[in-house]
């Protein structure tokens, strides 16, 4: 079978592999649409924290059931699915917990091991979730909304009334926007893209941008809040300059929530955090309650995910797709490899 890879940063290529073959409790699956995460782009560009090479990317994707090899009264061959793709170890402390999400040794497809952007894969029947006749496309955009709906509702606790500012425009930080205004909150998200900042707040019904131009942003925040700063700040990009912004455009006892991650350190004032008397909250990953529940939510139709894909190339394309994204970031948003085409 055809397999992207990257070998090292900056190179993409496409390879023949072994068709894997379903062990006991797996299933084989025929890989339909796949997202390039920004963790997948960071693999490519030789920035992303956990990145090692070769590797195979991606871990956003959809696919149809092949053969199952096991129990699984609730799957069936033909069915159109999507994927938890972190791998918990089951024996730490945070596992032990329940804390799956956060798992000491979590290994996630794309990143810690190869990923699934292959004609076929092999996936842990219990990982395999149905994907409720939602089409490939917008089923292999859940996992992204997963992550955002877990940092902003589900630690960031985003509640109706509350003011929102998500720092980063790129698909998670608009996604995470996305699920602020599900729960009801007057949502602001700020980008130094004023392209893909514009198209987040016109396309996603958001409150307003903040374009991050560096002049007198903070200023503009509080003039955004009537002078009081956001209930809940979220970011989404993964530099210090940004968490920096995060903590700043804060109101006092408000909610700071990192998503986005990095490699760089910040040396900053950590007295502010006592004097706001903030919350400040890591969101790593998310949960199968985050899958099963957005897929009934965008199945529902009350959230368009379609208007988060931007850009659609066909599996051969890989490599242009990914040299692309890096080059014109600023006017992309989700990426998709089309693996039928």
Request: glycine share 10%.
């Amino acid at each position: 079978m055809k397999t992207i890879i990257i070998p090292e940063p900056g190179k993409v290529e496409i390879i023949e592999t072994q068709k894997p073959t379903p062990k006991k409790g797996e299933a084989l699956l025929r890989v339909l649409r796949g997202g390039i995460c920004g963790s997948d782009l960071g693999t490519y560009k030789g920035t992303f924290a956990y990145a090692s090479y070769p590797r195979i990317p991606g871990h956003e994707f959809s696919a149809e059931i092949v053969e199952i090899n096991g129990d699984a009264p609730n799957l069936k061959e033909g069915m159109v699915v999507t994927c938890n793709p972190y791998f918990n170890c089951t024996k730490c402390y945070s596992c032990r917990r329940g804390l799956v999400n956060c798992c000491e040794h979590n290994e996630t497809l794309g990143a810690q091991r190869d990923g699934a952007f292959s004609e076929y894969v092999a996936m842990p029947i219990e990982r395999i979730y149905d994907g409720k006749g939602l089409a490939p496309d917008v089923l292999a955009a859940i996992e992204p909304f997963c992550i955002s709906y877990h940092g902003t509702v589900t630690r960031g606790k985003v509640k109706a009334g509350d003011k929102v500012l998500v720092i980063g425009a790129g698909t998670i930080g608009a996604l995470a926007a996305v699920a602020a205004k599900s729960q009801g909150a007057e949502v602001y998200i700020s980008d130094v893209a004023e392209k893909k900042m514009q198209y987040a707040v016109e396309n996603f019904g958001l409150d307003g941008g903040i374009l991050n131009d560096g002049e007198g942003f903070i200023d503009k925040c509080f003039k955004a809040t009537d002078g009081n700063g956001f209930d809940i700040a979220i970011e989404a990009v993964g530099l210090p300059s940004t968490f920096q912004s995060a903590i700043d455009a804060a109101a006092f006892g408000g909610r700071v929530v990192l998503i986005g991650v990095g490699k760089k350190n910040l040396d900053f004032n950590f007295t502010l955090l006592q004097k706001k008397e903030l919350n400040v909250y890591g969101s790593r990953n998310a949960l199968k309650v985050d899958f099963l529940s957005l897929i009934d939510l965008v199945a529902s139709g009350k959230v368009d995910l379609r208007k988060a894909i931007t850009n659609t190339y066909a599996f051969n394309d890989a490599p242009k797709a990914f040299a692309d994204f890096a080059a014109h970031g600023a006017d992309m948003l989700k990426v998709e490899i089309d693996f039928t085409k």
